[in-house]
């Protein structure tokens, strides 16, 4: 199973970054795909998710919801993060990942299979 996550970076307070994520086959057995965060010294958080056979059931921290948003491309076979007014309390690192459901992501249960994040730092 590969989630290779990429799109970090160093972005100013009021940005926007887009994460990509490209997924194996085998990482879609899974009902639900999508990004935490880690932050240093603390548990992680799902930040956004949303089920591979209806990607309208879709699930928002509630401190991003109204500025990240989840999204598929299907033509390059990826799941994206788009995400806007960041904050300096957005600085993390980002992780593709997959749950067996949305309750599972939603409580921040440990993910099923995940990659190597990518660093995202908003900071002026």
């Known amino acids: 199973v590969q989630l290779q996550a990429s799109g970090g970076g160093l972005v100013q307070p009021g940005g926007s970054l887009r994460l990509s994520c490209a997924p194996s086959?085998?990482?879609?057995?899974?009902?639900?795909i999508g990004w935490f965060r880690q932050f240093p010294d603390k548990e992680r958080e799902t930040v956004a998710a949303?089920?591979?056979?209806?990607?309208?059931?879709?699930y928002y921290l509630a401190s991003v919801r109204g500025r990240f948003s989840i999204s598929r491309d299907n033509a390059k076979k990826t799941v994206e993060l788009l995400m806007t007014s960041l904050t300096p309390e957005d600085t993390a690192v980002y992780y593709c990942?997959?749950?067996?459901?949305?309750?599972?992501?939603?409580?921040?249960?440990?993910?099923?299979?995940w990659g190597q994040g990518t660093l995202v730092t908003v900071s002026s």
């Open positions: 086959e085998s990482a879609l057995d899974d009902d639900v």
């Open positions: 949303s089920r591979n056979i209806d990607d309208r059931s879709t």
């Open positions: 990942a997959t749950w067996p459901s949305l309750l599972a992501s939603v409580r921040g249960d440990r993910p099923h299979f």
